[in-house]
Every structure is written in structure tokens, then in C-alpha cells.
């Protein structure tokens, strides 16, 4: 039996009450599946933890999420906590901390899932974005010059280093070519004259070596027009931390919306542990109501099946998901039901029977 060790992170508003419905499907595949164990330890980390000790987590707790192979991250963000502090002592804290690099975001539109696009076919959104995860403009560099005076300057710098362009573009290179699919690159190379015209240049580089992979490269305004009006034109995507942020909600919108939007932060090298997550936030409006879609968390499940090398399993949850969403009775709020976030689960869980 081979047994894994998940850092579980509840974080703030709507968290624990998807990531709860998460990991019942997790043990639901253990029970199914006798070779498997699934192994839990809790931090009580988030915005409800700064308020009392003025920190998103303990400080030592990177040592502590070291042991484990992967972590489960609920939501991050409520009010009273200003966002930066809550997205960087947490969040992007742990991203760095363990040099999750790659940041896989799927836009697919599954059977039975809402678009709002017209007239468009299931079968054109069908995308992987890869994400650059680690510099770019989330780098944390900058300066804030003569604060609070008339004099006033503030510099954000977009860091982009040689070794972390290489080793995403050529991430992307190597999963296009694995699925048999083409590679787009998007970047801004006419208006950031230093860093995406060095973007541009090492895709162009790293490309010699991948001859058999159709490549496409598109400016991000364009990028985002055609990401509407023609989806289709993208199957891999590889961008920066910036553009991948911004794009990846659009798609997210394109394929049935932010409860169905989940993401994993990897370590593909496997030396620290990955994260796997929702994307939709903490939604402290809807909190402790019990109505969340926990679809998020449990697409960010198969994710962590599939990197922990299950991919038969993070199959089998992505299919439960699409058969919920075709059979159309068992649906939250959000996705024009009226179930809550525990009748979903179950939905799931009595699909995976």
C-alpha cells in the first residue's frame, strides 16, 4: 500500500466547507482503490489566525509543510485582512518557499457545464495554460521611495530570470509535445521592450530543440479577443506570472466560471511538496451558508491524483464531475440549483460507486 501524506489548509470563508467535501473524495478513492492511503494533518492557518497572531502562519510553518507530498489550500483572503498581506504571507509564501514553478490551470469546457459564448462548440475550449509561477511581475521587487510625500514614487518590477524562462517554456514544450498538441506563447513584446522581448527570444530558443511541436505566439491583448472569439486557437498555453493570471480567469468565465476553476502549483521536479487548489476565493458573502460549489476543490482533487501518479483516478473524478453537471439535478446556487455544497459532494461520491 502506497500511503501519502496531504497538508490540509482550510484557510478563510468558504474554505473549509469545499475542501471538507474534498477530501471525502479522497478517502472514497482509498476505499476503492485498497493500494492507496491518504494521510491528514490540519493547519489552522489563514486570515482568522493573522487576526490573533498577526501572521498568515507559524513561523515555522514551511519546515512543517515540508514532510508532506502534497497540499490541499481551501481559500485564502476575508475581510479585515488586507489582501496583500493575506496573498503573501500564505499563499505566494508557500508557492516560493517550495519553488512551485509551473502553475497548471485547465480551461476545458466539460459536458453539461454553462458558457457564455454563443453558438460555440464543447470540443473549442479545450486548453492548458501553464502558467509561470515563481518571478515575472509577482517577484516582490520594487521600490516605495519618499512615501507619504508630494514627492512620492513607487517601482514594481517584472523579474525574469534566464533559468526560470527556460524551465517553464521548455515545461510547456515537453507537455505539448507529450499530448500531442500545439504550444502558444503570449507575452507583450511590442510595449515591455526588455523583459517579453527576452520572453519571446528564449521561446524562439528553446523551440530549436522541439521541432515537432506547431507553435503560435500572440501579443495578450490580441490573445484575449481571440481567446473569445476563436478558443479554438489555443490547446497549450505557456505565459507569464501576470498574463497567465488575468488569463486564466477569462477562461475560467468561458468554462462554466469559478466554481469550476482549479488549480495546481507544482514542483515538477517533486524535491517539495505541490499545491492544489480552488481558484474562486474565499467568497466571504456566502460563507457558512453551506451553498458553495465545491466542483473547484474537486477538479483540484483529480489534479493531485494525477500528480501523485493516479491518473486513472484523477479521470474517474473529472467524469463524475461531467456527469453531475449533464444530469443537471444536483446543482449549487451559483450553477442555477438549489443543493448545497454537501449534497454535491455526495452527488460525486455516489458517481465514483
Known amino acids: 500500500m502506497k500511503r501519502h501524506k496531504i497538508a490540509v489548509i482550510p484557510g478563510d470563508g468558504i474554505g473549509p466547507e469545499v475542501i471538507s467535501e474534498g477530501i471525502n473524495i479522497l478517502d472514497r478513492v482509498a476505499e476503492l482503490d485498497k493500494t492507496i492511503q491518504f494521510n491528514y494533518q490540519n493547519f489552522p492557518w489563514g486570515c482568522e489566525y493573522y487576526l490573533k497572531h498577526n501572521r498568515m502562519m507559524e513561523k515555522d510553518g514551511i519546515n512543517q509543510l515540508m514532510a508532506f507530498d502534497a497540499i490541499f489550500l481551501g481559500a485564502v483572503g476575508y475581510p479585515g485582512v488586507p489582501d496583500h498581506i493575506s496573498l503573501w504571507d500564505l499563499l505566494l509564501n508557500i508557492r516560493k518557499s517550495f519553488d512551485q514553478y509551473v502553475n497548471l490551470r485547465p480551461v476545458v469546457l466539460l459536458k453539461g457545464a454553462p458558457c457564455p459564448l454563443k453558438d460555440i462548440s464543447r470540443e473549442s475550449i479545450n486548453m492548458t495554460f501553464i502558467r509561470e509561477n515563481s518571478e515575472g511581475e ?6 516605495w521611495l519618499f512615501k ?7 517601482l514594481q518590477n517584472g523579474v525574469f530570470s534566464r533559468h526560470g524562462c527556460e524551465r517553464i517554456i521548455r515545461y510547456a514544450y515537453e507537455y505539448a509535445r507529450k499530448e500531442g498538441k500545439t504550444l502558444t506563447s ?11 522581448v527576452f520572453w519571446d527570444q528564449i521561446f524562439e530558443e528553446i523551440g530549436q530543440e522541439y521541432p515537432d511541436v506547431k507553435t503560435f505566439s500572440y501579443l495578450v491583448d490580441a490573445a484575449s479577443m481571440y481567446m473569445i472569439k476563436n478558443p479554438e486557437r489555443f490547446q497549450v498555453v505557456v505565459t507569464s506570472n501576470l498574463f497567465g493570471d488575468i488569463l486564466t480567469d477569462l477562461g475560467a468565465a468561458l468554462a462554466g466560471g469559478l466554481g469550476l476553476a482549479a488549480g495546481a502549483n507544482l514542483n515538477p521536479e517533486r524535491r517539495y511538496p505541490s499545491m492544489f487548489e480552488p481558484i474562486h476565493g474565499s467568497a466571504p458573502d456566502i460563507a457558512g451558508r453551506g451553498i458553495a460549489n465545491p466542483l473547484a476543490a474537486i477538479w483540484a482533487v483529480s489534479q493531485m491524483l494525477d500528480f501523485l501518479e493516479y491518473p486513472q483516478w484523477g479521470q474517474k473524478v473529472l467524469r463524475a464531475i461531467e456527469d453531475l453537471l449533464l444530469d443537471g439535478t444536483v446543482l449549487t446556487p451559483d450553477m442555477g440549483g438549489t443543493a448545497t455544497t454537501h449534497q454535491v459532494g455526495q452527488a460525486i461520491l455516489n458517481r465514483l460507486n
Open 186 to 196: 503570449i507575452s507583450k513584446g511590442n510595449a515591455l521592450n526588455y523583459s517579453m
Open 138 to 143: 509577482y517577484a516582490g521587487s520594487g521600490s
Open 148 to 154: 507619504d510625500t508630494p514627492r512620492e514614487v513607487v
